[in-house]
Nanobody
Framework: QVQLVESGGGLVQPGGSLRLSCAAS????????MGWFRQAPGKEREFVSA????????YYADSVKGRFTISRDNSKNMVYLQMNSLKPEDTANYYC????????????????WGQGTQVTVSS
């Protein structure tokens, strides 16, 4: 059974940083895209970032480009999201996801979802 467990969320001041982690289990994910989505209160879930199976291709939403960095460690079945220069509008529940490819994740086509970790950016 595939399981995705996010961690690393919390409360941070504007301009601060957080690193989200997602631990995947239940199968080998090295051939699959992995990524992050977020959902703010009252809004639809939106794509944030995705990374290809070998880590060679990455995609970012325009709103986070230059501030967020996605990475993965296939030896540990982990995917990470380093978030810098955080803004109040980054406040949301962040979800880890697995898809057939990073490109499909960019189109919000995911096969598996985690439960989410809350990120709050506030002074």
């Amino acid at each position: 059974q595939v399981q995705l467990v996010e961690s690393g969320g919390g409360l941070v001041q504007p301009g601060g940083s957080l690193r989200l982690s997602c631990a995947a289990s239940g199968r080998t994910f090295r051939n699959y895209g992995m990524g992050w989505f977020r959902q703010a209160p009252g809004k639809e879930r939106e794509f944030v970032s995705a990374i290809s199976g070998n880590g060679g291709v990455t995609y970012y939403a325009d709103s986070v480009k230059g501030r967020f960095t996605i990475s993965r460690d296939n030896s540990k079945n982990m995917v990470y999201l380093q978030m810098n220069s955080l803004k109040p509008e980054d406040t949301a529940n962040y979800y880890c996801a697995v898809g057939d490819t990073a490109l499909k994740l960019k189109s919000s086509k995911a096969n598996y979802w985690g439960q989410g970790t809350q990120v709050t950016v506030s002074s």
